[in-house]
């Protein structure tokens, strides 16, 4: 009788799993921006890169000291062994080089409205240099080795990396007005 009571409940089982309906498919999702490029760089790459170049004068790799959560940015969060120490340079690594694809979504603005270069061949080959350096601090994270010349070559890197578009999409004539405009960066460049 059990054999019976159990072949039935399974028999039953088989037949609604077999005639419910499939789900839909999920919508496509499309990249879209949130965010002008001025609020995606004070959000992702600036934190991120302070965290970088607190390396110069702070070993990733000692005890963090407990703090009130003010001050530099390793102390920020020192309490916490996920964010800190080696995890936040991995991080830092990685968010950088996230932020070279955010900046690449289609249809972002500047802060001043203008579209973001992202059709131009320099801001490309920027964005690119910038997911590079991201994946060598990203590296140095993971191999927990603190090495002083190595954090200023990467502290360097990193900043060439920024000032590269900065120099020719930021600190326009008369930004943050013509901050993004091609014309405005030529202009600046001569």
């Given at each position: ?19 419910r ?18 609020q995606?760089?004070r959000?992702v ?8 170049f607190?390396?110069?004068s ?24 996920e ?20 900046i ?9 409205g203008?579209?973001?270069p ?6 490309k080959k ?5 997911s ?14 603190y ?18 578009c ?15 405009m ?9």
């Amino acid at each position: 009788m059990k054999r019976l009571s159990g072949l039935i409940v399974l028999t039953a089982v088989v037949a609604v799993g077999c005639n419910r309906a499939e789900a839909p498919p999920a919508p496509a999702f499309t990249p879209t921006p949130h965010g002008s490029l001025l609020q995606v760089m004070r959000g992702v790459p600036f934190p991120q890169s302070n965290i970088v170049f607190d390396m110069q004068s702070n070993d990733p790799g000692k005890p963090v000291k407990p703090t009130d959560g003010s001050g530099n940015a390793t102390s920020q969060y020192g309490g916490i062994a996920e964010y800190a120490g080696w995890n936040a340079i991995v991080t830092a690594g990685v968010a950088l080089q996230e932020t070279a694809n955010l900046i690449l979504v289609p249809g972002r603005k500047c802060g001043n409205g203008v579209p973001v270069p992202v059709e131009q061949d320099d801001f490309k080959k920027w964005a690119a240099d910038l997911s590079a350096v991201g994946l060598e601090v990203q590296k140095f994270g993971e191999a927990k080795t603190y090495n002083e010349d190595a954090v200023l070559e990467l502290a360097g890197k990193l900043s060439d990396a920024c000032a590269a578009c900065h120099d020719k999409y930021r600190n326009t004539p008369k930004e943050p007005e013509d901050r993004c405009m091609v014309t405005a960066a030529t202009a600046a460049a001569k």
